[in-house]
Structures are given as C-alpha cells and as structure tokens.
C-alpha cells in the first residue's frame, strides 16, 4: 500500500489573511466545503485574532458555524492567546495552532511580543486547550530567514520548537514564511531541529516567494516528514512579511506527491474546481484575472 503524505490545506486562513479585499464570509464557507469535498483531512480556516491586526478574518466565528462539517476531516483555528482560544472553542474548532517565532523582530511585528512573551501568553492556552480535548500544533515562522533580520540560525529554530513541545505541541509546522529557502538551507535547518524534534512530529509550511517552495518539499521527504501544509491556488502570504508570496500550491504539492507514488486521498478535479472558484471569488474583487 502507499504511503500517506497529510496536505494540511490552510489556504482559508494563510492565503486570504492577506488578500487586499475582504472575502465574503459566504465565499469563504463555500471554499471550505469545497475543500471537505475534494478529500484534504485536515483543514485551517481561519484565526481568532484581533481584527484590527486582520481583519480580512475578523468573521472567524461565522465561517465556522457556517461551514457543513464532514466526518474525519479536522477543522482547525490560529489562536494566539487565552481570548482566541475561547472563541475558537466557543465556535467548535477540532484543532488549534499557537504560532511563535525564530526571529525577535518577527514575533514583535506578528504578534507585539517578544518570545519570551509569546511563551508566557502560550501556556495558558495550552492548559484550557487540553482541558477542553482539542490538540495542540505549534508553528515556528521564519525558520530560514526573517523579513526584518535576514537569514535565522537552525539552533535559534531548534530551541523554539523544542519549547513547543515541551508546552504539548503535538506537531511542529515550521515556516519558511518568505519563502527564502533551497533545499541546502532546509537541509541545514532540518538536521538541528531533528536533533531535538522526532520526524512524525515535524510539518513543512513553505511559501513559494523563491518559487523553491516543491525543491523544500522534495528534500523534507527525504527527511522523512509526512505532512505539508498548502495554499489552494497558492493563495496568500503573511500581513507581516512584507513581500511573502503564498503558500506551495496545494494542485503541484499534490502533484509531486502522487507522482512519488505518495497518497494523499486528494480528489485532483475537485481540487480544480475548489480553486477555479476562490481565485474567481478573489480576482472578480481585486479587478485581477483569475
Ligand atoms: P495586542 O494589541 O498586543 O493585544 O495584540 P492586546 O492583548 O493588548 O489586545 C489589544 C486589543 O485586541 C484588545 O481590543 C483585545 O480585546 C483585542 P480593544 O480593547 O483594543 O478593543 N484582542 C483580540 N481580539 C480578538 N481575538 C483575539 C484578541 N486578542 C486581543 N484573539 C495579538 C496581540 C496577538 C492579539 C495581535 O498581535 C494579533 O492578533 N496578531 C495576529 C497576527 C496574525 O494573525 N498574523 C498572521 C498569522 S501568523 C502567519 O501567517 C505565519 C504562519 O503562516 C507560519 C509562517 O508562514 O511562518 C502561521
Ligand atoms: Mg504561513
């Protein structure tokens, strides 16, 4: 049988956190329920963030009760705090993600703290999370480089997933959120968080500004991980990277996977379909040619 590569589709909150126009919150459910057609098992819609930091996704609560629910697929939710992770709760998200930083400068300009800080606001949320029964997965932004201080030492990367999973984190999505990386520096980055991090716990989140985002993927499999995060339509990038394009393509990551003789339960022509009508959605409100 083959083996099974997660795509953790998070284009509904990594790709339209940073389109210029608000989505319609009926659009985004439409997406979504696209996206449990097409098969993904693992799905991030949105986030439970101040909405004047992004307010492209200040209807968090409203897609998620508008959304029809299919049975095995997780619905999951960024929650950066104790008031995100109550709302999220409140709107029955089955997973939720805490999201630090390798870089100082970028944890301030992402989340107005430092990583100290960002620890101290974590582990409340972890406690009510597990109270509450909803796993826990940890991002690691700027795992190659930072948009305000350049390239980020693998050790730097290593010691904050490290506390991830020391706080409970049970997986570790690392980022390369300007999507600076080539294989050689994933590589590099990879051998020093393997050192602390076992492999199954480990996810690829990377944006495909260097168009190097499939060559990042391609080495993390040889590596060894199981699980990759994608954008549908390679939508989207970070309000506080300037300059981050989107996301890997969820179409090509699925692509390369199967073409590597993985499974990934991806129905290939819904998948088409799902990004024929968000890039519709999102190019009839930019003036942009889908
Ligand atoms: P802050 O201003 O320091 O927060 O922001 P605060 O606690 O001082 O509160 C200020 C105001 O925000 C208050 O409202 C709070 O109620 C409200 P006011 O009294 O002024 O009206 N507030 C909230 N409202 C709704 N939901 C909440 C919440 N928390 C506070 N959860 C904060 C700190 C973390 C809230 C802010 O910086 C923030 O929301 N940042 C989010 C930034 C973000 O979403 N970035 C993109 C996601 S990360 C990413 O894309 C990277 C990733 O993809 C991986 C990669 O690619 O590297 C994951
Ligand atoms: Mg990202």
Same mark, same amino acid.
């Given at each position: 049988?083959?083996?099974?590569?997660?795509?953790?589709?998070?284009?509904?909150?990594?790709?339209?956190?940073?389109? +210029? $126009?608000?989505?319609?919150?009926?659009?985004?459910?439409?997406?979504?329920?696209?996206?449990?057609?097409?098969?993904?098992?693992?799905? #991030?819609?949105?986030?439970?963030?101040?909405?004047?930091?992004? @307010?492209? %996704?200040?209807?968090?609560?409203?897609?998620?009760?508008?959304?029809? =629910?299919?049975?095995?697929?997780?619905?999951?939710?960024?929650? @950066?705090?104790?008031?995100? %992770?109550?709302?999220?709760?409140?709107? +029955?998200?089955? #997973?939720?993600?805490?999201?630090?930083?390798?870089? #100082?400068?970028?944890? =301030?300009?992402?989340?107005?703290?430092?990583?100290?800080?960002?620890?101290?606001?974590?582990?409340?949320?972890?406690?009510?999370?597990?109270?509450?029964?909803?796993?826990?997965? !940890?991002?690691?932004?700027?795992?190659?480089?930072?948009?305000?201080?350049?390239?980020?030492?693998?050790?730097?990367?290593?010691?904050?997933? $490290?506390?991830?999973?020391?706080?409970?984190?049970? #997986?570790?999505?690392?980022?390369?959120?300007?999507?600076?990386?080539?294989?050689?520096?994933?590589?590099?980055?990879?051998?020093?968080?393997?050192?602390?991090?076992?492999?199954?716990?480990?996810?690829?989140?990377?944006?495909?500004?260097?168009? =190097?985002? %499939?060559?990042?993927?391609?080495?993390?499999?040889? &590596?060894?991980? =199981?699980?990759?995060?994608?954008?549908?339509?390679?939508?989207?990038?970070?309000? &506080?990277?300037?300059?981050?394009?989107?996301?890997?393509?969820?179409?090509?990551?699925?692509? %390369?996977?199967?073409?590597? !003789?993985?499974?990934?339960?991806?129905?290939?022509?819904?998948?088409?379909?799902?990004?024929?009508?968000?890039?519709?959605?999102?190019?009839?409100?930019?003036?942009?040619?889908?």
């Amino acid at each position: 049988m083959a083996e099974f590569v997660t795509v953790y589709e998070v284009g509904p909150r990594d790709g339209l956190q940073n389109e +210029k $126009e608000i989505i319609p919150v009926e659009d985004k459910i439409a997406l979504v329920d696209r996206l449990s057609e097409a098969g993904f098992r693992k799905i #991030e819609v949105t986030s439970f963030v101040s909405p004047k930091w992004v @307010p492209q %996704l200040a209807d968090a609560a409203e897609v998620l009760a508008g959304i029809s =629910r299919r049975s095995g697929v997780v619905y999951s939710a960024l929650t @950066p705090n104790l008031k995100g %992770l109550e709302a999220a709760l409140a709107a +029955k998200v089955d #997973e939720v993600a805490i999201f630090a930083s390798a870089s #100082e400068t970028f944890s =301030r300009r992402n989340i107005n703290c430092s990583i100290a800080e960002s620890f101290e606001r974590f582990a409340p949320v972890m406690e009510a999370a597990k109270t509450a029964g909803v796993p826990v997965r !940890g991002y690691v932004s700027c795992v190659v480089a930072c948009p305000y201080e350049g390239p980020v030492a693998p050790e730097a990367v290593r010691l904050v997933a $490290e506390r991830l999973i020391m706080l409970g984190c049970h #997986e570790i999505s690392l980022g390369d959120t300007i999507g600076a990386g080539v294989p050689e520096t994933i590589s590099a980055m990879l051998d020093e968080v393997l050192r602390s991090v076992p492999v199954v716990k480990l996810a690829g989140h990377f944006h495909d500004t260097g168009n =190097r985002a %499939l060559a990042n993927v391609e080495i993390a499999l040889d &590596y060894g991980l =199981r699980t990759f995060d994608s954008a549908v339509g390679g939508l989207g990038g970070c309000p &506080y990277a300037p300059g981050a394009k989107g996301n890997v393509a969820t179409g090509p990551l699925v692509e %390369l996977l199967e073409g590597r !003789g993985f499974e990934t339960g991806i129905d290939a022509e819904k998948l088409k379909r799902a990004e024929a009508f968000i890039k519709g959605r999102v190019g009839r409100l930019s003036g942009r040619n889908a």
